[in-house]
């Protein structure tokens, strides 16, 4: 009889978990549609639903405005308030910050230049001062996390930065850093959730973006001042033996090539990277201002009114892509290629190029089956967004877990 109660209230968890998932990704979603949609009995959605609203989590937000026989369908949305998460963003030359919330929206997020030094401490002294400074404004009585972007090698699940090529640092705890920094987040027990940037770049397009919407096998090209991946394998993001997977940008594409960051010669990274790209532009033809993103947009806009100069090293660009995303395509055979990060600022004309050229390096005839599209947003949205649902995904399963033990003990 105690292992039928446990797994009963085990499937009741897991009925609220899908409920209330279901409302963080369907605002305005009515109990009829729940029902459908997840496959429970109306009186079962109805009875989740009670228990959401006592909790404060699901409020009524006002009839659907579509026709239904019977009573007028209720429209049911997140109160976004319940739970809060420290975002951030850690780039090489800039740190974004913000809110996340429970239904997934990002707000008052701020960005800041890091400092020249990037040793690991000056790294999160300035780091951690800005945390301190937002935290002093308040009140934060919700928040459960601190959810981190970064950039290079993460074992996924935990804190340890194996490898951040670009700031030269390996075997980083960024957990301990904060934590050693901060002495309110022993008083909030707050969790630290710490994720490749690429990897949230895919989670949040699966998530969001409807062009990809149900498709099972992805490949994720993240293109910043570093380019990274993440592999879609069977519909599940796929971590490899160590949880490293999807350095996609360290795939060697020349063997006698330009040096890179991580010690060979000739990945992808040193030919497609938003600072490779820069810096080959003002190597042959002149200087951009900014940093290395705002000059890399210029070299967008630059290309989307045709400018020579900005087409000729974008076709340069394009060859080497086509090369690696063949390779991946040839080996992963998936439904999609998205590029992402800043891949979402390509012309689409680049990208209908690199589409062409990919298509002709495959071994088999995949035109018209295999979608090669870029991000459907800015890239701190992109990763500012798949950290909240990081964050928010863990307080969910935490809260059910949690619930699922009170009653046991």
């Known amino acids: 009889m105690k292992i039928k109660t446990y797994n009963a209230e085990k499937m009741g968890q897991s009925n609220k978990k899908v409920v209330l998932n279901m409302i963080r990704f369907y605002p305005g979603i009515s109990r009829r549609d729940l029902a459908e949609a997840v496959g429970l009995d109306p009186s079962t959605v109805t009875k989740i639903i009670r228990d959401l609203q006592k909790r404060g989590w699901v409020r009524e937000v006002g009839l659907d405005g579509h026709f239904h026989p019977g009573r007028p369908a209720i429209k049911l949305e997140i ?56 935290f002093e404004k308040g009140p934060l009585d919700n928040l459960v996390s601190i959810s981190v972007a970064v950039p290079g090698l993460v074992e996924w699940g935990s804190n340890i930065l194996r490898s951040i090529p670009r700031m030269r640092w390996s075997d980083v705890d960024l957990e301990a850093e904060l934590r050693g920094r901060l002495p309110w987040m022993e008083t909030r027990k707050l969790d630290i959730l710490t994720v490749n940037e690429a990897k949230l770049g895919l989670l949040t397009e699966m998530a969001l973006n409807k062009s990809v919407a149900g498709m099972k096998n992805g490949i994720y090209l993240y293109i910043a001042q570093g380019v990274g991946g ?26 006698n090539g330009a040096p890179c960051y991580c010690g060979n010669k000739g990945c992808l990274e040193t030919y497609i990277s938003i600072d490779s790209v820069v810096k080959a532009y003002e190597t042959r033809y002149a200087p951009l201002e900014g940093d290395f993103r705002d000059r890399f947009d210029t070299l967008m806009e630059m290309a989307r009114a045709k400018d020579s100069q900005a087409m000729t090293i974008l076709d340069e660009m394009a060859d080497y892509m086509a090369i690696g995303i063949a390779n991946l395509v040839n080996i992963y055979d998936p439904d999609f290629v998205l590029l992402g990060g800043m891949g979402s600022q390509f012309p689409d004309d680049f990208v209908e190029s690199v589409s062409e050229r990919v298509y002709g390096q495959l071994l088999l005839p995949l035109k018209g089956r295999l979608l090669i599209l870029k991000g459907s947003m800015d890239v701190d949205s992109l990763t500012l967004r798949g950290a909240t649902l990081t964050a928010m995904n863990e307080f969910v399963r935490k809260s059910f877990s949690n619930e699922g033990r009170e009653r046991l003990s």
């Not at 069977?234 to 033996?241: A, C, K, M, N, T």
Request: with cysteine; glycine share 8%.
């Open 79 to 134: 109160v976004k308030e319940v739970a809060m998460s420290f975002v951030v963003e850690m780039t090489v030359q800039r740190i974004c910050m913000g809110w996340g919330y429970l239904d997934n929206s990002v707000d008052n997020f701020s960005s800041f230049r890091t400092p020249q030094d990037k040793s690991v401490d000056v790294y999160f002294d300035s780091l951690a001062a800005h945390l301190d400074a937002q």
């Open 230 to 255: 993440a592999l879609l394998i069977g519909d599940e993001l796929y971590h490899g033996s160590n949880n490293i997977a999807g350095e996609l940008g360290h795939m060697i594409v020349s063997p």
